[in-house]
């Protein structure tokens, strides 16, 4: 017996690799999923023993509102509760609204409210940061001026240069008695056990998202938490696309790094800090006592309306991908979407391309070398559909651009931290900043024209010149398009 083991040990294995994919196939399709990321799977499970069971194992368990998020309590909390139903607009107001400022992008203001009871709020005022450097210049001096509390929700922390001169003003503020709450993710950051110790010593309570161990692996590595968001003192709030290393701010040299946040201040500033609050609870695996304190009486700040929309795996439904996808099917006139990863589900693309056959101008623009080969490559293979429906691709070249715009007709601007992409729209936790606003639109496309002067633009014909390796790449990452 041990013989024969020993002389077809490869074939039991293989077999034994083929039988449990069998099973686990079965198992996905009686799930019921989307089609498109059931066979994504089963080709893996098909086309690479062993390597296809680890992939699955890792990343395909799903556990969408399992009791894994239950803690998170969302709109749970009586003073969350009370602060957005004073917030929130009467349906005379909104008809007035709708009449002078609105027009038809009350269809995203209504979804949204009854998706996630987050209201249209009015008297606040955005200003548009560019890159690292814009964005770090205003948040340093924000803090350093902090006088309650200063709450941070990052995907990526380095302890870098950059990552070191942020560590050391907040733990400044710590020091000086200014309340620190910091929620990094655990595998996009990278924190020296010292730096931890640093946070520790100076007071500030910080705690990793979803911590990954080897014998947690499973489950919590395909959950992120990608939102990049701070408030300070309940008045002024940070959210949009740069996290916190030496790429975002420009001081490695290899790559440009193109990217948009915004500061907001105003009554919207409340809603950021509900988001946050709830994401905390999470994290710290306490019951944070949430009072009128964190939520203070601000004056006017501006006449921007604006509207929160938030997801995740925790989400009974992909709110952010609906909320573009309402944007898409409202446009009259033009379209354009920034974005470092074009990798949509059927609705958006389907959405896009019929909005164009519709008359409607729609702009993309890529980069052309992203940070990954896979993303560049699944993006790339959607480049002829969209030509050949009309929609003009650009590919910024001077480096690269991860800002996630996007900018429908002249009065709505949608800027956060959800790519066009299956992971944002389905597996990540995401927040976006819904801006109903024309002159902060009309920003949005001056910024937007300029960074064209660093674009080249695709043609159908050109781009079809592109050799046979290219295309292979392309369909190949296009299958794992569900699951990067």
Request: glycine share 4%; net charge positive; proline share 3%.
């Amino acid at each position: 017996m041990l013989d024969f083991i020993q002389h077809n040990l490869w074939p039991i294995l293989l077999g034994l690799n083929y039988l449990t994919a069998f099973v686990v196939a079965l198992f996905i399709i009686s799930n019921n999923r989307n089609p498109i990321r059931t066979i994504s799977y089963i080709l893996i499970l098909i086309t690479f023993p062993f390597v296809g069971l680890i992939v699955y194992y890792f990343f395909g368990t799903e556990y969408r509102k399992s009791k894994m998020f239950q803690r998170k309590m969302v709109f749970s909390s009586p003073a969350i509760k009370k602060w957005e139903e004073k917030l929130r607009l009467s349906a005379s107001q909104l008809e007035k609204l709708t009449e002078t400022l609105l027009e038809n992008k009350i269809k995203i203001v209504k979804l949204v409210q009854r998706n996630q009871y987050k209201p249209l709020v009015l008297g606040n005022d955005v200003n548009i940061l560019i890159n690292g450097e814009e964005k770090f210049k205003s948040l340093y001096q924000d803090m350093r001026n902090a006088k309650k509390h200063i709450h941070l929700e990052y995907y990526i922390i380095k302890d870098d240069t950059t990552g070191l001169t942020f560590i050391d003003i907040i733990c400044q503020k710590a020091k000086q008695g200014i309340q620190v709450r910091l929620s990094y993710d655990d595998v996009g950051s990278k924190l020296s056990r010292k730096t931890k110790q640093k946070l520790s010593a100076a007071g500030v309570e910080h705690y990793p998202f979803m911590p990954v161990l080897f014998s947690r692996l499973t489950r919590k590595l395909n959950y992120r938490d990608h939102r990049k968001i701070v408030i300070i003192d309940g008045e002024i709030g940070y959210l949009g696309g740069i996290n916190i290393s030496d790429n975002y701010a420009n001081l490695e040299n290899k790559t440009y790094w193109r990217d948009t946040h915004i500061k907001v201040s105003g009554d919207v500033v409340k809603l950021l800090q509900s988001q946050f609050l709830l994401n905390w609870n999470f994290v710290s695996k306490t019951k944070t006592q949430i009072t009128d304190d964190f939520f203070p009486t601000v004056e006017k700040q501006g006449n921007i309306p604006v509207q929160l929309v938030a997801s995740g795996p925790d989400s009974s439904f992909p709110y952010i991908m609906e909320a573009l996808f309402t944007a898409i099917n409202t446009a009259t006139r033009k379209i354009v979407i920034t974005t470092p990863y074009f990798i949509p589900n059927e609705q958006i693309l389907t959405a896009l391309t019929t909005a164009s056959r519709r008359g409607v101008e729609v702009q993309l623009l890529i980069p052309k070398q992203g940070d990954t080969w896979t993303a560049t490559y699944a993006t790339n293979s959607y480049i002829d559909q969209l030509l050949r429906s009309g929609i003009k691709v650009f590919r910024y070249t001077k480096g690269m651009i991860h800002a996630k715009v996007m900018l429908v007709d002249d009065n709505f601007s949608s800027i956060g931290t959800s790519n066009m992409d299956y992971r944002s729209f389905e597996i990540n936790f995401e927040i976006n900043a819904l801006i109903y606003h024309k002159e902060t639109t009309a920003k949005m496309y001056e910024i937007y024209h300029k960074d064209l002067q660093d674009a080249e633009m695709l043609t159908l014909a050109a781009w079809r010149q592109r050799s046979r390796t290219k295309k292979i790449k392309e369909s190949f990452s296009r299958l794992w398009a569900p699951l990067l």
